[in-house]
């Protein structure tokens, strides 16, 4: 195995690119001479021309429309004729959605057919199975609904290895996290303290996945339930400022370490995107003037100059490892 063969699997591996895009990457080195051509999806390349390629994009974006299409009459269906079907009826386009978009991910995932549109629709399906249980059962509190939805999130995560699932079960915890507070500490003067720890929990699980599956994306959906924590805690009533700020100076500061560490961009615009938003906020209503706004927009804007800086060297010296001798 070469070491160009070497970065094309991690790449993949990683999903910073589709197993198309690193069959047609394996197949241009093949083509010249730098990899062994063999059959497409065994892990080595067979050479495919530029037709080919072409109509493998085509059968990708139709499958992704296709799947847009689903979720797009379901939800057409639920806010236009929801109140017009009776119970049965209900049941029948909920079980629908779920069945039509799972079946669709499954055997494209393991037809080894269209393996990135699978992932898209299995993601789409556990959310059509939380809409499930909720028609199915009337989940009034849409505590177990969301736990369905991360618990078919997990499963997929496990099983495909497919980080699309990961937006899924993020969505499906946060929801989760809303759910179990707002019917357990509605009433209570605490809620938000409650909420804001649930969203960091949920950072934190995130943050733990990304070791194992798509680390880019796993620890950016966690830097932004980070972001949503210290939101809250704003709204906390004791000295909730305080709180969010050292919670976003936290989640800021693994951002931008992580970006260093990966150069993943994702992560150093969500860092930035934090200190821009809340540090401001934070410090006004700490010293209760301007004097916070502009302290925080200063510190702010000094970390974003620096990490511009610190991007603009790492590119230099990307640009030179790949630059022929």
Not at 31 to 42: I, K, M, S, W, Y
Not at 64 to 93: K, P
Not at 147 to 164: D, E, H, I, P, Q
């Amino acid at each position: 195995m070469t070491h160009l063969e070497d970065a094309i699997e991690h790449l993949a591996v990683r999903q910073v690119l589709t197993s198309e895009q690193a069959d047609l990457l394996r197949a241009a080195a093949a083509r010249d001479g730098g990899l062994p051509p063999v059959e497409p999806g065994g892990g080595r390349p067979a050479v495919v021309g530029g037709g080919a390629g072409r109509a493998g994009s085509v059968l990708e974006v139709l499958g992704y429309i296709g799947g847009a299409l689903l979720l797009g009459a379901v939800i057409f269906l639920t806010a236009s004729y929801w109140d017009d079907l009776d119970r049965s009826g209900r049941n029948v386009v909920a079980v629908a959605a779920l069945v039509i978009s799972a079946g669709g991910g499954l055997a494209l995932m393991l037809g080894h057919l269209r393996e990135d549109v699978g992932r898209v629709l299995l993601a789409l399906s556990c959310y059509a199975a939380g809409f499930t249980y909720l028609t199915l059962f009337s989940d009034d509190t849409f505590i177990i609904s969301s736990g369905v939805v991360v618990a078919a999130s997990t499963v997929g995560a496990v099983l495909f290895r497919a980080g699309a699932l990961l937006v899924s079960g993020w969505s499906g915890g946060m929801l989760l996290a809303i759910a179990v507070v707002t019917d357990q500490f509605d009433n209570s003067d605490s809620g938000e303290v409650y909420l804001a720890v649930a969203f960091l929990v949920v950072g934190v699980v995130l943050a733990l996945v990304g070791f194992v599956l798509s680390r880019t994306l796993a620890w950016s959906l966690a830097g932004l339930s980070g972001w949503a924590s210290a939101a809250i805690w704003l709204a906390a009533p004791v000295e909730g400022e305080w709180f969010a700020l050292v919670v976003a100076t936290s989640v800021s500061g693994l951002l931008l370490f992580s970006f260093v560490r990966t150069h993943a961009y994702s992560l150093a615009v969500i860092g930035c995107l934090v200190l821009l938003t809340l540090w401001p906020t934070c410090l006004y209503e700490i010293f209760h003037s301007a004097l916070g706004v502009a302290t925080g927009l200063i510190a702010a804007g000094g970390v974003l100059i620096a990490t511009v800086a610190v991007m603009s060297r790492l590119r230099r010296v990307q640009a030179k490892s790949v630059s022929p001798p």
